[in-house]
C-alpha cells in the first residue's frame, strides 16, 4: 500500500519510472512503450483491438499532451487530469508514453486486479492499453518552472471484449501558484453524460495534491471507473457485485402427448426478452418451456436448445460462459 512519505524510484537513464508499490502499471522506453514526440500536440493511435466504450465501438484513439484521451474525434473522452487547454508544456520537459497488450504478464495482472477489486465479476482481460504522462510542467502563464512543478499520472484501459476497466493513476502532481485555484477535470465523457469524481472530495473539489493518496478501491493513488455500461458511480466500492453477473437459467423442458405430428422434434423457441442489468435491477434466472415430440435429456437440450440461445445473447454483448441446464422437468402439455 502506498503511504505518504512511501519512496519512489525514478530511473532516468532508461527512460522508465516505476511505482515502488505497484501503483503504477509498467510504463516508460524500458517497459517497450512508444513515447510520443515532442513535436506533436496529439498522438493518433490504431487500437489492435475494438474497444467498446459506453456501447460505441472504436478501433482509434488520440492521446493529448494536455491530459486526455480522445475516442476517435468523437465527442467521448478519457480524462486522467486536464486543467485547461495548451496548459502542459510538453516541449519543455517530460514524456508522454504508450502502449497496447495483447498477451504478456500485464494481461494477468490487469485480470487479477479487477477480479480483486470486483470479486462477482466474471472478467478475463484480452486487451490493455496504458497511456502516462511522467513528469510534464504546466504553464500557459509564461513564467518561470521550478523543477518540482511538474506531474505524473497514468490511465489505464482494461477490456475483455465486453466488460470495459478505466484506471486513474496518480504520482506526484505539483502546479505553479497560478494553477492552484483552477478546479481539475477527472472524467469519462460519454453520449449519456459524464461520470466524475468530484463528488468524492470536500466542496465538490478534487484535492490534486493528495490524489496518490486517495482511492475508490481502497488503493491509494488508484480511482477504478467503469466505461461498458450505465451505472452509478462511487466514491468507495464494495467488495460486493458492482456489475451483475445473472444466475444460470432453469431450463424446463416437458415431453410430447400424441397430439404432434412425427416430425415435430424441438422447436426453435421465440426468442427470449432480454432486459439489460444494472445495479439496481439484476436477472437472476430464466426458464425455458420447450415442445417436444422426443424425450429429452441434458445433451439434446445442450445442442439444440442452448446452442441457439447463447448465440441470440451473444450478438448482444451478454457473458454466455455461465449458461448451463440447472434442472429439467417433463411435464404433459
Known amino acids: 500500500m502506498v503511504t505518504p512519505g512511501s519512496l519512489w524510484l525514478v530511473v532516468v537513464a532508461f527512460g522508465v519510472c516505476t511505482n515502488a508499490q505497484g501503483t503504477f502499471y509498467p510504463f516508460g522506453s524500458a517497459a517497450g512503450d512508444t513515447v510520443m514526440p515532442h513535436s506533436l500536440n496529439s498522438q493518433l493511435i490504431q487500437l489492435t483491438q475494438p474497444l467498446q466504450y ?5 478501433d482509434k484513439i488520440s492521446a493529448f499532451t494536455d491530459g486526455y484521451l480522445n475516442l476517435q474525434n468523437s465527442g467521448d473522452y478519457i480524462v486522467p487530469f486536464y486543467i485547461g487547454f495548451e496548459s502542459i508544456e510538453y516541449r519543455e520537459r517530460g514524456n508522454i508514453f504508450y502502449q497496447q497488450y495483447t498477451s504478456a504478464d500485464v494481461l494477468h495482472n490487469a485480470t487479477q486486479d479487477i477480479n480483486s ?6 472478467f ?4 490493455v492499453f496504458v497511456a502516462t504522462w511522467d513528469r510534464v510542467v504546466y504553464d500557459n502563464f509564461n513564467v518561470s518552472i521550478e523543477n518540482d512543478q511538474e506531474a505524473t499520472f497514468q490511465v489505464v484501459l ?6 470495459l476497466f478505466i484506471f486513474m493513476n496518480y ?3 505539483t502546479l505553479p501558484p497560478q494553477y492552484v485555484s483552477i478546479r481539475p477535470l477527472i472524467a469519462l465523457i460519454y453520449g449519456g453524460g459524464v461520470i466524475t469524481i468530484d463528488s468524492c472530495f470536500p466542496n465538490g473539489t478534487i484535492d490534486y495534491v493528495n490524489l496518490k493518496t486517495s482511492s475508490n478501491i481502497n488503493v491509494p493513488g488508484r480511482w477504478v471507473l467503469p466505461a461498458s455500461i450505465e451505472t452509478n458511480f462511487t ?7 458492482v456489475v451483475p453477473t445473472p444466475d444460470p437459467p432453469t431450463i424446463t423442458p416437458f415431453s410430447q402427448a400424441g397430439s404432434y405430428p412425427s416430425s415435430l ?6 426468442p427470449p426478452t432480454i432486459t439489460p442489468f444494472s445495479q439496481a435491477e439484476q436477472t437472476v ?4 418451456t420447450v415442445l417436444s415430440a422426443e424425450r429429452l435429456n441434458e445433451t439434446v437440450v445442450e445442442e439444440q436448445v442452448l446452442t441457439q440461445l447463447r448465440e441470440f445473447l451473444r450478438e448482444r454483448g451478454i457473458d454466455v460462459s455461465w449458461i448451463r441446464v440447472r434442472r429439467m422437468t417433463e411435464k404433459q402439455p
Open 117 to 122: 477489486y470486483f470479486p462477482n465479476v466474471a
Open 265 to 270: 422434434v424441438v422447436p426453435t423457441p421465440d
Open 235 to 241: 466514491c468507495s466500492y464494495p467488495s460486493s457485485l
Open 54 to 58: 459506453f456501447n460505441q465501438n472504436y
Open 171 to 173: 504520482g506526484d502532481i
Open 124 to 127: 478475463n482481460a484480452t486487451w
Open 158 to 163: 482494461i477490456s475483455d471484449r465486453d466488460l
Open 285 to 288: 434466472g430464466m426458464s425455458l
